[in-house]
C-alpha cells in the first residue's frame, strides 16, 4: 500500500479503510482486537515518516501489528490471520521483509532497537530503528535495562510509547498540556539546543546551575521526567488518533538524531464503539456479532483454568497462608477470582516474571504458600529465579503452569511446548500433571501440603472427563488405569492420558494404560514391575522430546540396566510449532489417536 506519497486526507481515509478491515476480518475469525484498533493512526504515520525498506520497524509483543500486516502487502491475505498456515498475528519476517523480528513476547523491543543502532552506526548507514511499544510492556525490568544503555549512547532511535491504558505519570492539567506541546515543537528543541551549546556552557558556575534548574522546573510538571533524567528526549503527550499531530512530532523526533520517546495517548478499541476504554475481554477475542458484540460461543464446557480457579479458591478459603501471584493475566489465569476475594492475598505484578518468582521465594521463606501462577510461554522469563531464587532454597512454592502443550493461534511464541523440559532437570523440582477436572484438584491439594518446589501442569481449553475414578496424589506415585492383555503399554502424563485412552479404544489389541502423574520423582518401583510385563512401551505427552517424559522413563531404564523395553515417545520433535486450530495442529504433527493408532 502506497502511503509516502499521500496526503493527509488520503491518510485519514486508509486509517478508516484499515479499521474496517480489521474489524471485519477479526469478527469472523477472531484475533487481537482492541490495542491492534488503537494503534491504527500510529502505524500510518509510522510508514508515513520512516522508511519501512530501510529503517527497524521493531513493534513490541507486535499484537498490535495488523495495521502494519495490511500496509505492507497482506490486505487479501489478511483473511487467514492466526489461521491454520495462514498469517501470523505477530510480526514475522518469513511474511514480509516489513517484519524487522518475530515478537510474541513483551518488552523486548527497545533491546532490539540498541542492537539495531549499534550495527547501524558500525556500518556507517543512515537509518532510524523506531519502536512501538504499549504501556503495558513498560513494566518489564528489561525495558529499563535497555533504556539505561540508549540513553548513555545517545544511538538515534524513536520509540512511540503507545499508552492506551497505564499512565506512566499523570499529566497536570491545561499548563502540562501546553508544556507539552511546546517541549514537542521545532522552537523548543532548537532552542533548548542552542541554550545548551551557546549559553549555558559559558556561564558561570552559579548562572548555570540556575539555568539548568529553570530547565528541570519544566521537565518536572511534565510526564516524561523518567526518560529525560536517563538521558532520553521525551515528547508529549500527543494525541495517538490525530494524524497531523502524530506525523509532525515523528518528523521532529526523526531530525533530533538523538534517542527520543514520543508518547501518544490512544483508546483501545478505537473505531468500534463497543470495545473502546478498558475492556480486558477486547484484548484478544474469538468470534461476535459486529451488530452488538456478542460473542459466538464454541463450547459450553468449562475451562481448565476456570477449574483451576475454583480449586485454589476453595484452597485459599480453607488455609489463610495461601497467596498468589500471577504477571499482567489475571484473568487469562482465573486468578482475579482470588484477587477479588483476598486482595491482600492476591496480586498481579504486571509483566514481571522474574520479579513474580523471586517475590514469592521470600514469601514462602516467610512461612506462606505461594501459588504462581504463569502461562508456561511466559514462565521461560523467569527461569534464573526458579533455579536460584526457589530451587536452589529449596522452597515450597507451586508453579500453576496454564497453557500447557499446544495453544493453538497464538503459534511459534506461545506453545507450551517446553516447561518439561526446562523444569526436569532442576534439583528439588517435583513436577506433575492432572489428567481431568478431579485430578487438577487433586494435584493443588498436593502442592498445598509439597514441602519442596512442585509445578503443575494444565493444558489451554477444557479436560475430557475420562471413565477411571480419580484418587488422591501421592508423591512420586503412578495410576494403572486399564490392565490389558496385549504387550503393549500406553503410559500417559496429563492431557496425554486422554490421548492415550482414545487411541487405544481404537486400536484392535488390548493394552494396558498408565497415568504417569509425576514425571520427577518417577514411580520407579511400579515402572520396574511394568518391565516385567509389557515390552513396547508407548509415551503420550504434550510436550517436547528432548528433555521430555520419554527421556525420563529412558533414563530410569538405563540407570537400571533394563534392556527388554522399546520406547516410542509421541511427544513433539524438534522444530517450533506453527499456530492454528489444535486439532489441525495436532493432524500436522501426526498426533490424532487414528494417526496414532496406525502408527502403532
Known sequence: MEIKAKNLKELEQICSDIRERIIDVVSRKGGHFSSTLGAVELTVAMHKVFDVTKDPFIYDVSHQCYAHKLINGRWEEFETIRQFEGLSGFTKPKESDADYFIAGHSSTSISLAVGAAKAIKLKGEDRTPVVMIGDGSMTAGMVYEALNELGDRKYPVVIILND?????????????????????????????????????????????????????????????????????????????????????????????????????????????????????????????????????KKSSKKSATAIFADALLELARKHDNIVGVTAAM??????????????????????????????????????????????????QRGYDQIIHDVCLMNLPVVFAIDRAGIVGNDGETHQGAFDISYLRFIPNMILCAPRDEETLKYALEFGYEATSPCAIRYP??????????????????????????????????????????????????????????????LDEKLLEELSTKYDNWYIFSDSQKQGGVASAILEFLNNKKITNVK??????????????????????????????????
Open 330 to 379: 489475571p484473568s487469562g489465569t482465573g486468578i482475579d477470582k482470588l484477587m477479588k476475594e483476598f486482595p491482600s492475598r492476591f496480586w498481579d505484578v504486571a509483566i514481571a516474571e522474574q520479579h513474580a518468582v523471586t517475590s514469592m521465594a521470600a514469601m514462602a521463606k516467610e512461612g506462606f504458600k505461594p501459588f504462581i501462577t504463569i502461562y508456561s510461554t511466559f514462565l
Open 460 to 521: 489451554r481449553g477444557s479436560f475430557n472427563q475420562l471413565e477411571f475414578a480419580p484418587s488422591v496424589f501421592s508423591l512420586g506415585k503412578a495410576e494403572v488405569l486399564k490392565e490389558g492383555s496385549s504387550n503393549k503399554l500406553f503410559i500417559g502424563y496429563g492431557a496425554g492420558v486422554n490421548r492415550a485412552y482414545e487411541t487405544e479404544k481404537l486400536h484392535n489389541e488390548d493394552i494396558s494404560i498408565v497415568d504417569l502423574r509425576f514425571v520427577k520423582p
Open 567 to 600: 520406547i516410542t515417545s509421541f511427544e513433539y520433535e524438534d522444530n517450533f510449532i506453527q499456530h492454528g486450530d489444535t486439532n489441525l495442529v495436532e493432524e500436522s504433527l501426526g498426533l490424532l489417536p487414528n494417526q496414532l493408532v496406525n502408527k502403532i
Open 164 to 296: 492506551n491504558e497505564m499512565s506512566i505519570a499523570k499529566p497536570i492539567g491545561s499548563i502540562s498540556k501546553y508544556l507539552s506541546k511546546i517541549l514537542a515543537g521545532k522552537f523548543y528543541q532548537g532552542f533548548k539546543e542552542r541554550v545548551d551549546r551557546n549559553i549555558i556552557q559559558h556561564l558561570p558556575n552559579g548562572a548555570t546551575y540556575i539555568a539548568k534548574k529553570i530547565e528541570e522546573s519544566i521537565k518536572l510538571i511534565t510526564p516524561g521526567i523518567i526518560f529525560e533524567e536517563m538521558g532520553i528526549d521525551y515528547i508529549g503527550p500527543i494525541d495517538g488518533h490525530n494524524l497531523e499531530e502524530i506525523i509532525e512530532t515523528l518528523e521532529i523526533a526523526k531530525d533530533m538524531k538523538k534517542p527520543v520517546i514520543v508518547h501518544a495517548k490512544t483508546v483501545k478499541g478505537k473505531g468500534y464503539k463497543i470495545a473502546e476504554g478498558q475492556h480486558e475481554k477486547w484484548h484478544g477475542v474469538g468470534p461476535f456479532n459486529i451488530d452488538d458484540g456478542e460473542f459466538i
